[in-house]
Structures are given as structure tokens and as C-alpha cells.
């Protein structure tokens, strides 16, 4: 009888997660939520045949290198920026994430953090707590209004669309996008969205969401010249990745007036956030955790099961960033 092959879960997993896996797999799985090390990682992969991973773990051609029975790595989420895709298909090894199962979860916390960004709710708490709350004032915390502004949207992906549709359909809201390439005319219809150039884009929204993947052509995309286009007073929100927008020039444009406020649930160097930005009372700062309710996390935490059970049990895994792998 052949011996089950030995997979690595790299994170704390949910305990139903880990039984179906225990099913299919001999499972080397760490208890806890601090991330491995890039040296511990590599030890812990050594003889394992696949990898259950979040968003920390690196996977880069030096680590597979050094695993060579590694096939197949499975992320729990739906950007994979940390994983080497050329180098894993070089290497014969497939790489699967999970997309479409946190849409809709995502863009409800980014429309919230839109809003509680805009709103200032964050600012109004933090000065009821600390007992600064004293009288009332025509402009007391007076932020800006949500419904009929113009939304713009950075990145019209399937998180970037259903933002679009909380905007146009919720709140009234006039919605403008760029992306790398236009949607297609129904589309654009469907969601009432006007596509226009990323200078324009940041020329006219009152409100801008970042939603685009993380690449080295998009590091640092959001920086002082193109924070200089945005309205003076507009608001911007990042539920994309933290290394878009550059910290050090937004921490300035909040902190001159440029900009009224900023909302950041992804920030460059997390779990560390810039220090600066902590000092600032018109930002909202978030965790990263834009896709946290159970039920979405449980989702995510399934289909990246399912793509390590189909890829080591001679399955066609969900969803494969580099399919052609599995024609090999």
C-alpha cells in the first residue's frame, strides 16, 4: 500500500479543514498564528509533497530549490504576490489560490471602510472615549457625504465591481474606473461606470478605492504625483495590497490637508504599520482584514483544501494559477 503523501499547513487551520485533509494526507500542520520563518518553512517542507499557505508565506525559486518533492502549494487567499508563479511552473510545481469566495465579503468592508472614512467615524470615537467630546458645533466632525459623490475605483475586478455596485445602487453614486483593460460595454452598462485614464480617474473621484493586484509595476503606483492629482479633500481607501500606495507620501498629503482622510486595512511593511500614520487623526488603520466573517474565512480555508486534495489525488484543482502545469 502506498504511503499517503505529506502535506505542510503552514498556519493555525480550522479543525474541519484539517480532518478532510487528514483523510486524503499524512498533515504536518503548525499550531499556531505566528508565521514560520523563510528557514523554518524550508525545514518543515522538506519530504512534503504540498503546501496549505496564507498570504506570509514566501514562495520563491531559492525555497523550491531546496524542495524538491514539493508539487503543489495552496494559498488561503485570493492575491498571491508572495508566490513566485514562473518559478513554480519552472519547477513543475502548481500554485492555486482562492478567488471569487471573499468578493462580496471584501467589498462590504471596503464600502465600510469608505464610509467610516469619509464620516470620521473612527476620529468621533477616539475623541468620545478620551472624554473630548464637550459641546456641539455646526462643523463638529463634519465629514463628506457618501451619496451622490463620485466613486472612483482603481482596479475593476470582481471586488472592484461589486464596490461599484454597493456605489451606484446603494448611494447614488457616480462611478468612474481604471484598470488595465476596459470592461466590456455591457459591463460598464450593468454598473453604470465610466471608464477614463488613471489621471483623470484621480483628477475627478471624491472617494478612491484601491482594488488592484500587487505587482512590481503597481509598487508604490499611489505616490506624491498622483496623490497631487486628487481633489483637495477627496478621501482614499487601500483593500489591495499595502506596497501600492507609497506611506511615507500619503502620511504627508494627510497630514498637510491635501487629503481629508485615508482608510488602510493593507499597509507596506505589515504587521508593522508606519509610524507616522499612526500619529495621524484622519486616517481609519485596519488589520487586514477585509475577508474576516467565518463564513468567508471558512470558504477560503475549503477551497484551498480542495485544490491540494485535487492536485495530489490526480483531481483538476479549482483554481490554478498556472493550470498548465498539470499537463505535464
Known amino acids: 500500500m502506498n504511503p499517503k503523501p505529506r502535506v505542510l499547513v503552514a498556519r493555525r487551520a480550522p479543525a474541519e479543514v484539517l480532518e478532510r485533509l487528514a483523510a486524503h494526507f499524512e498533515v504536518d500542520a503548525v499550531a499556531g498564528d505566528v508565521p514560520l520563518t ?43 504576490n508572495h508566490i513566485d508563479v514562473p518559478a513554480c511552473s519552472a519547477h513543475g510545481v502548481l500554485a492555486t489560490n482562492t478567488p471569487d469566495v471573499l468578493t462580496e465579503t471584501t467589498a462590504d468592508f471596503g464600502f465600510a471602510l469608505l464610509m467610516a472614512t469619509a464620516r470620521r467615524m473612527a476620529e468621533g470615537e477616539r475623541l468620545l472615549r478620551d472624554g473630548g467630546w464637550k459641546s456641539w458645533s455646526w462643523d463638529f466632525l463634519a465629514g463628506s457625504d457618501i451619496h451622490g459623490a463620485t466613486l472612483g475605483i482603481l482596479g475593476m475586478g470582481r471586488i472592484g465591481q461589486a464596490i461599484a455596485r454597493r456605489g451606484r445602487f446603494g448611494f447614488g453614486m457616480s462611478v468612474i474606473y481604471h484598470n488595465r483593460s476596459r470592461l466590456p460595454a455591457d459591463t460598464e452598462a450593468e454598473l453604470g461606470a465610466r471608464y477614463m485614464s488613471k489621471d483623470e480617474l484621480l483628477r475627478e473621484a471624491d472617494h478612491l478605492v484601491l482594488v488592484l493586484p500587487y505587482s512590481a509595476a503597481a509598487h508604490h503606483s499611489i505616490a506624491a504625483p498622483e496623490l497631487a492629482l486628487m481633489k483637495p479633500g477627496a478621501t482614499l481607501v487601500n483593500i489591495a495590497r499595502g506596497g501600492i500606495v507609497d506611506e511615507n507620501a500619503l502620511a504627508e498629503a494627510l497630514r498637510a490637508g491635501r487629503l481629508a482622510a485615508a482608510g488602510l486595512d493593507v499597509f507596506e511593511g505589515e504587521p508593522q504599520v508606519n509610524p507616522v500614520l499612526l500619529t495621524l487623526p484622519n486616517v481609519v488603520l485596519t488589520p487586514h482584514i477585509a475577508s474576516a466573517t467565518m463564513k468567508t474565512r471558512l470558504a477560503m480555508a475549503g477551497l484551498a483544501a480542495d485544490n491540494l486534495i485535487a492536485a495530489l489525488t490526480g483531481g483538476t484543482p479549482p483554481t490554478a494559477l498556472n493550470p498548465e502545469v498539470l499537463s505535464r
Not at 496564507?54 to 525555497?63: K, Q, S
Open 38 to 80: 523563510p528557514a523554518e518553512l524550508r525545514e518543515r517542507l522538506q519530504g512534503k509533497a504540498g503546501a496549505f499557505i496564507t498570504g506570509t508565506e514566501r514562495i520563491d525559486g531559492a525555497l523550491l530549490d531546496a524542495c524538491p518533492e514539493l508539487r503543489v502549494v495552496a494559498t488561503m487567499s485570493v492575491g498571491f
